[in-house]
């Protein structure tokens, strides 16, 4: 069974400063997706990434961008320039590619980032 | 589109009580998820639909949790009885064979 590990339950920033949030995963599979997702305190779930594991290009999205190393299986998330908005929990989060697979997707725990103004 | 809807956003109910917690998926996506989220487990996979069918229903603590998807564009999570350690924050997403799920905001239950 896939799993997801993020070692990091909280970790903090400075405005403007940069951060790496980590993410493992265990998978026998070659062919998924991997995602990271932010819960500000809102509590409503926003997609910020997503990665492709056939792409060996990494994903960006604006200031954030993934670090992706399929044979490592590590997925880490860099956020450049962070902004007190930035605040929340951060998840990442697994779902296989297989056409004859559900469409679950297993989440890790959350790393809760802190920006310090 | 407007996005995943749940209702009620926040619901407070006495133990013993029924509680119906409701989703209306995006239009067009064809599968439902029901998540469960505590500070204790984190974010839990209750059940999930496949065109109004239930695929995976392990996730469901008990017999006391039932969920529906009369049609595509409503579901249903019930819990009767409600007990005190339900109290959590209930989670609708939907996704299409497009990949990512996305999510409604949540239903913050709190079981007195």
């Known amino acids: 069974a896939q799993t997801v590990t993020q070692s990091q339950p909280e970790m903090s920033v400075q405005e403007a400063e940069t951060v790496t949030l980590s993410c493992t995963y265990d998978?026998?599979?070659?062919?998924?997706?991997l995602f990271w997702y932010k819960q500000p305190p809102s509590r409503q779930m926003i997609l910020v990434i997503r990665q492709e594991a056939y792409k060996q290009q990494n994903a960006t999205e604006n200031r954030f961008s993934v670090n992706f190393q399929k044979a490592a299986k590590s997925f880490s998330l860099k956020i450049s320039d962070s902004q007190l908005g930035d605040a929340a929990m951060y998840f990442c989060?697994?779902?296989?590619?297989?056409?004859?697979?559900?469409?679950?997707?297993?989440f890790g725990p959350g790393t809760s980032l802190s920006v310090i103004p | 589109d407007a996005g995943v809807i749940q209702s009620p956003r926040h619901e407070v109910t006495e133990m013993g009580q029924e509680v119906t917690l409701r989703c209306k998926p995006i239009?067009?996506?064809?599968?439902l998820f029901w998540y469960r989220q505590t500070m204790m487990r984190g974010l839990e996979l209750l059940i999930y639909?496949?065109?109004?069918?239930?695929?995976?229903d392990s996730g469901m603590p008990e017999d006391r949790f039932s969920a529906k998807m009369p049609n595509a564009s409503f579901s249903t999570l019930k819990i009767q009885p409600s007990e005190p350690r339900d109290s959590a924050v209930y989670f609708c997403?939907?996704?299409?064979?497009?990949?990512?799920?996305?999510f409604g905001p949540g239903t913050r239950l709190t079981v007195t």
């Open positions: 639909f496949n065109n109004n069918v239930p695929i995976d």
């Open positions: 998978t026998s599979e070659s062919d998924y997706y």
């Open positions: 989060a697994y779902r296989s590619a297989k056409k004859t697979s559900y469409d679950k997707v297993i």
């Open positions: 997403a939907s996704s299409s064979r497009v990949i990512e799920q996305y």
């Open positions: 239009s067009g996506h064809d599968y």
